[in-house]
C-alpha cells in the first residue's frame, strides 16, 4: 500500500511538471511567427552562431562558478554539475515565465534537496539574484559613464514606457484561470476537515519555527558579510558572465544586420535584464 502511495504521488508529480512546462513554453511563444525565426536562423553565419552560443555558454558556466562560489560561503557543499543542472531549470522558468526571475523559486526549491542546510540554500539564490542586479547595475551606467560625450550627440535618448496595466491585460485571460484555479483550491481546502487541518497545522509549524528560521537568516547574512572578499569575487564573476552573455547577443546582432557599437549592448542589455525582472511579461 504505501508502495502503491509513493507511485502515485510521482505520477502526479511528474504530472504537474509537464503541466507546468508546457503552460511556460505556451506562453513563451505565444503568437511568435516561427518560420520567420527558422528564416533568420538558417541566415546566420554558423562560424559566427557557433562563437557566440560558445560565449553564451561560458557565460552561463561563470554564473554557476558564483553560485557555487556563494554556497561554499555557507559551507554547502553541491557538485558544480549538480549545481549547473538546477541553474539550467532556473534559466527555463526565466524564460518562460511572467518576470526574468520566474527561476529562481524552482532552483531555490530542489537545492534544498541537496543539502540539510535548506534555509540557507535557498537564501543562497537570493544572494546571487541581488548580486546580479547589483552588477547588471554597475555594468549599464560603468558603459554609459564611460561613453565619450561626442558620441551621444545626435540623440542618444533611453525612453521606455513599462506600460504595466497593457501587459497584464494580454495575459488577462490566463490570470483569470489562475485565479479561479487558486480560488477553487482555497475553498476546496478549507471545505473539508482534513484541508482545515493541514492549514492549522501549517499556521503552528510556522508560529513554532519561525524564530529559528529567523535567526538562521540572521546568522547566514552575518556570515556573507563577514566574507566580503567572496561577496566581491561574485561581483567581478557577474561582469564576467554578463559580459560574456552580452558578447554572444552582440554576435548575432551583427550578424542579422543589427549595426550598433557592442558598448550600447552593454548599456541596453543590462538594463533590459533589470527591467525584466519586473513580473509584467514572460521572460520580462
Known amino acids: 500500500m504505501p508502495e502503491a502511495r509513493v507511485r502515485k504521488s510521482r505520477y502526479l508529480s511528474y504530472f504537474l511538471r509537464f503541466a ?19 528564416d533568420v536562423l538558417f541566415g546566420l553565419n554558423l562560424w559566427i552562431l557557433a562563437a557566440a552560443i560558445g560565449c553564451y555558454i561560458i557565460g552561463q558556466l ?3 562558478a558564483r553560485w557555487s562560489l556563494l554556497l561554499k560561503v555557507q559551507s554547502i557543499k553541491i557538485g558544480f554539475w549538480s549545481a549547473f543542472r538546477l541553474h539550467l531549470l532556473g534559466l527555463f522558468y526565466n524564460n518562460c515565465l511572467p518576470g526574468a526571475i520566474g527561476g529562481d523559486l524552482p532552483r531555490a526549491w530542489y537545492v534544498t534537496k541537496h543539502t540539510d542546510k535548506k534555509l540557507e540554500a535557498a537564501l543562497s539564490v537570493f544572494v546571487d539574484r ?16 564611460f ?5 551621444r550627440e545626435g540623440g542618444f535618448n533611453f525612453s521606455f514606457e513599462l506600460n504595466f496595466f497593457d501587459r497584464l491585460a494580454e495575459y488577462k485571460s490566463v490570470l483569470i484561470w489562475l485565479g479561479a484555479a487558486f480560488a477553487v483550491g482555497i475553498v476546496l481546502l478549507i471545505s473539508n476537515s482534513r484541508g482545515r487541518s493541514l492549514v492549522i497545522r501549517g ?8 524564530a529559528s528560521m529567523l535567526g ?18 561574485a561581483l567581478l564573476l557577474t561582469f564576467c558572465c554578463q559580459g560574456m552573455t552580452v558578447v554572444a547577443m552582440w554576435l548575432v546582432g551583427r550578424e542579422i ?18 527591467l525584466g525582472a519586473v513580473p509584467i511579461s514572460v521572460g520580462g
Not at 547589483?134 to 560603468?142: R, T, Y
Not at 544586420?257 to 533589470?274: C, E, H, N, Q, R
Request: charge should be positive.
Open 130 to 145: 541581488v548580486i546580479g542586479l547589483i552588477g547588471m547595475l554597475i555594468m549599464a551606467f560603468g558603459c554609459y559613464w
Open 20 to 38: 507546468v512546462a508546457g503552460t511556460a513554453l505556451y506562453l513563451a511563444f505565444r503568437g511568435e511567427n516561427f518560420s520567420e525565426v527558422v
Open 203 to 210: 499556521f503552528n509549524i510556522v508560529r513554532r519555527h519561525g
Open 62 to 64: 561563470i554564473f554557476v
Open 257 to 274: 544586420g543589427i549595426d550598433v557599437p557592442a558598448k550600447y549592448y552593454f548599456i541596453f542589455f543590462p538594463i533590459s535584464w533589470l
Open 147 to 151: 561613453i565619450p560625450e561626442e558620441s
Open 216 to 233: 538562521k537568516v540572521r546568522q547566514s547574512v552575518r556570515i556573507y558579510c563577514h566574507k566580503w572578499l567572496a561577496i566581491v569575487g
